[in-house]
């Protein structure tokens, strides 16, 4: 029934920008922080970023904090990552995550996950 769909990744040059966005139906959206998390082949899945609920309050990987923006249109259900000035170590596959806990999400944790979405950076 809960389901989060990412979209927006694709093949960008180094120093390129792009957006994805992540959908959210079937659950009630204002009650839950949201997170960015990828994975490239072979690695662990790292956090990448997270908002809480009303979307003041963001938080960042030192990897990516300057860079990337994530924000939230409660409206919408939907959740976007903004990534400017992209370098080939931020290729992987983006997901999407949704929790009621703000901490929980930092720690890697979630009731949700997305399906995930390619970003791939070349040099």
């Known amino acids: 029934q809960v389901q989060l769909l990412e979209s927006g990744g694709g093949l960008v040059q180094a120093g390129g920008s792009l957006r994805l966005s992540c959908a959210a139906s079937g659950l009630t959206f204002n009650n839950y922080g949201l997170g960015w998390f990828r994975q490239a082949p072979g690695k662990e899945r790292e956090f990448v970023a997270l908002?809480?609920?009303?979307?003041?309050?963001?938080y960042y990987a030192d990897s990516v904090k300057g860079r990337f923006t994530i924000s939230r249109d409660n409206a919408e259900n939907t959740v976007y990552l903004k990534m400017n000035r992209l370098k080939p170590e931020d290729t992987a596959v983006y997901y999407c995550?949704?929790?009621?806990?703000?901490?929980?999400?930092?720690?890697?944790?979630?009731?949700?996950w997305g399906q995930g979405t390619q970003v791939t950076v070349s040099s």
């Open positions: 908002v809480n609920w009303r979307g003041g309050d963001t």
């Open positions: 995550a949704a929790d009621s806990s703000y901490a929980r999400l930092r720690g890697g944790r979630a009731d949700y």
